[in-house]
């Protein structure tokens, strides 16, 4: 059993920066190829980000390339995201997730363990 935990949202205002943390259980947390998702208000959850084992790979949405970026300290079993220059429709609960399967990150489906979410609002 895999627990995620995530921390870090808030309310924030356009243009400001916050960082989530997601601390995962486990020996193993080097094994894991860790992934950020969001799902905002009545709408579908989307990829957001994901780094590979080892953090030499990384992938983004296109929303949020430039101003988010993934990163991880196997040492610690802790991913980040570091989000900068916040827009509105970044609002939305974000998730960490993981997989140990070595497919396209960017799919939902490829993971097994979530989080509960913390929730970003951004205000205009």
């Known amino acids: 059993q895999v627990q995620l935990v995530e921390s870090g949202g808030g309310l924030v205002q ?8 997601c601390a995962a259980s486990g020996r193993t947390f080097s094994t894991y190829i860790m992934g ?3 799902q905002a208000p009545g709408k579908e959850r ?4 994901a780094i590979s084992r080892s953090g030499g790979t990384l992938y983004y949405t ?6 988010f970026t993934i990163s991880r300290d196997n040492a610690k079993n802790t991913v ?17 997730a993981r ?3 070595d497919g396209n990150p960017r799919y939902d489906a490829l993971y097994d363990y979530w989080g509960q979410g913390t929730q970003v ?4």
Do not use: H, N
């Open 14 to 21: 356009a243009g400001d920066s916050l960082r989530l943390s």
């Open 36 to 38: 950020w998702f969001r």
């Open 46 to 49: 989307e990829f957001v980000a």
């Open 62 to 67: 296109d929303s949020v390339k430039g101003r």
């Open 80 to 96: 980040y995201l570091q989000m900068s220059s916040l827009k509105p429709e970044d609002t939305a609960v974000y998730y960490c």
């Open 99 to 101: 997989t140990v399967i």
């Open 121 to 124: 609002t951004v205000s205009s």
